[in-house]
């Protein structure tokens, strides 16, 4: 593969091949997920698919985390590679390395012991409950697993290589199409070679499946400049370069966690209608997240872009990336939220045949449809701002549009419009596209601001 220069090559091109790569395997990492909404829904129980989708608040915590660390690295990473400090990324990819591991081990001390009583402020079926910590009690414990391999993915994405984890991606959506069945029932080709493991066999096919990807990036990893530069001490923590990575990485993983506590505040008010409404919002939301990838291989590409080019001075290149950023953007997700929207139906019997879930699933994905061409103003300016490690400001974004914004504008419907699961998602999209409209314009400025100054 011709090497990627993010400094010099056409930024179009560049697009093309760093989100395209990104984008196939977030594809298989999202059906990864929907593959085993099915598998609860289909081969255990309608429960079992509430019982997973109920999780995603907590689960989504992990992921912010691992992103935000994720987010930090690239950035750090990709930043010290256009100033040509290729000793600094190595060394800041040891110390993400081993910040990965301490708050993997902290996740799974807490998360063991506090999850319960989370899920059970959610949804109080003692059955829906049992299962979600099952599931989750498994991820807690392979936690470290999930966060160095995203780790491991972020250096490489600074070098602009987003085809590697693709590679992992698609190698684990068909591995646990061969696990889930096998794991959940405990047959193989009808041969009963182990007790069931119900839902606790996806959640041990998904630790098992991120660990076989994890050794390969290392191995991929290991083809780089960045280990050419390795050494021993580089693992000894360094109180200078955790520092450095906590100030990116912390306000990254507080905002992401912005979308947990929204999420979980949505669900809260989706629970007022029942455990239906519960799994069709939740299974509702894993499709609609599928068709999200483009637009996140697309921010990939200009985090990557954008940090390298800050990293070596060319801040007009900086807005250029964003403009085409934003104009593709735009283009793609309007053709996308077509689709969304007639295919709401179709999508929603993949998870189940009960009339009730796929009513509150598909009316959920058709308001929500009008809000998709709106993403990419709260996107690549986050990703642009990462890049500029100004993640403090994408953080303050998400309090903003995942927590203040659900409550506010939920209550206020509830209480003096009207107590519809229906108007609820009509007044969300509505201001989604306001606070979409003022950010692009204050991102814009601000970048502006930095290339004049």
Not at 248 to 266: D, E, F, N, R, T
């Amino acid at each position: 593969m011709k090497n990627i220069n993010l400094i010099d090559d056409d930024i179009y091109k560049l697009f093309w091949r760093i989100a395209l790569p990104s984008s196939i395997g977030t594809i298989f990492q999202n059906l990864y997920s929907l593959v085993d909404a099915i598998f609860a829904g289909r081969m255990i129980s309608e429960i079992a698919l509430a019982a997973i989708g109920q999780t995603f608040p907590i689960y989504f915590i992990i992921i912010a985390l691992g992103i935000g660390l994720s987010i930090a690295t690239t950035s750090i990473v990709a930043n010290s590679i256009g100033e040509k400090k290729i000793s600094k990324a190595s060394k800041i990819f040891c110390q993400s390395l081993g910040i990965a591991i301490f708050v993997g081990i902290i996740i799974s001390i807490f998360g063991i012991t506090f999850g319960p009583s989370i899920l059970e402020s959610i949804n109080e079926n003692q059955e829906t409950l049992k299962l979600s910590s099952d599931y989750m009690n498994i991820i807690y414990l392979g936690s470290v697993i999930i966060l160095l391999l995203m780790v491991s993915n972020s250096c490489l994405a600074a070098l602009g290589d987003t085809r590697s984890y693709r590679n992992v991606l698609i190698f684990s959506f068909f591995l646990n199409i061969a696990l889930n069945p096998i794991l959940i029932s405990g047959t193989f080709f009808g041969y009963k070679i182990f007790n069931p493991l119900g839902i606790t066999g996806i959640a041990i096919a998904t630790i098992l499946s991120q660990f076989i990807g994890f050794l390969y990036l290392l191995y991929k990893i290991s083809k780089t400049e960045i280990y050419n530069s390795f050494n021993n001490k580089y693992l000894l923590p360094k109180f200078k370069y955790i520092t450095e990575i906590s100030i990116q990485g912390v306000p990254a993983s507080i905002g992401l966690m912005m979308i947990a506590l929204g999420s979980y505040i949505l669900l809260f008010f989706v629970s007022f209608y029942g455990n239906d409404a519960i799994a069709g919002f939740a299974s509702a939301g894993r499709y609609e997240q599928l068709l999200f990838l483009p637009l996140l291989g697309l921010s990939t590409a200009v985090t990557s872009i954008v940090g390298q080019n800050f990293g070596a001075g060319k801040t007009k290149r900086i807005l250029e990336t964003y403009k085409k950023a934003i104009k593709t953007g735009v283009i793609i997700l309007t053709i996308v939220a077509f689709f969304l929207f007639f295919s709401a139906e179709l999508s929603m019997k993949l998870f189940t045949d009960d009339k009730e879930v796929i009513f509150y699933g598909s009316i959920y994905l058709k308001i929500w449809a009008f809000g998709f061409p709106a993403f990419p103003l709260f996107f690549i300016p986050n990703a642009t701002f990462q890049g500029l490690k100004m993640a403090i400001i994408v953080m303050y974004m998400a309090i903003l549009r995942f927590v203040l914004t659900p409550i506010i504008i939920v209550s206020i419907i509830n209480n003096f419009i009207k107590e519809d699961y229906i108007y609820m998602f009509i007044g969300l999209t509505s201001i989604h596209w306001i606070i979409g409209i003022l950010y692009y314009t204050y991102s814009l400025n601000k970048i502006k601001k930095l290339i004049k100054d």
